[in-house]
């Protein structure tokens, strides 16, 4: 059974840090493309970051470049999302992704909410 288990979401201060997690089970992990997605309320899901099989190439949506870091832990089945200099527009569900050309998993998300 295909599980994604997002957790460290929350409240927090416009400026302020977050890290959240995803556990992956029921597929082989490093088979698989990594992403974070979000979708805000009345908005459509957009992308976030993604993260090759091994970890050598990352990718971000413009509006988070160079304050998020995607990386993977695939020993331990987990992809983080570290988010820093966080603004009230990044308030939204973030959502785990696993693809491949063929499957794509989600997860449930985690409410990330930041005030100003």
């Known amino acids: 059974q295909v599980q994604l288990v997002e957790s460290g979401g929350g409240l927090v201060q416009a400026g302020g840090s977050l890290r959240l997690s995803c556990v992956a089970s029921?597929?082989?992990?490093?088979?698989?493309?990594m992403a974070w997605f979000r979708q805000a309320p009345r908005k459509e899901r957009e992308f976030v970051a993604a993260?090759?099989?091994?970890?050598?190439?990352?990718y971000y949506a413009d509006d988070v470049k160079g304050r998020f870091t995607i990386s993977r832990d695939n020993a331990k089945n987990i992809v983080y999302l570290q988010m820093n200099s966080l603004k009230p527009e990044d308030t939204a569900v973030y959502y785990c992704?696993?693809?491949?050309?063929?499957?794509?998993?989600w997860g449930q998300g985690t409410q990330v909410t930041v005030s100003s």
């Open positions: 993260i090759s099989l091994f970890g050598g190439n990352r």
């Open positions: 029921g597929f082989t992990f490093s088979s698989y493309t």
């Open positions: 992704n696993a693809q491949t050309v063929l499957r794509s998993y």
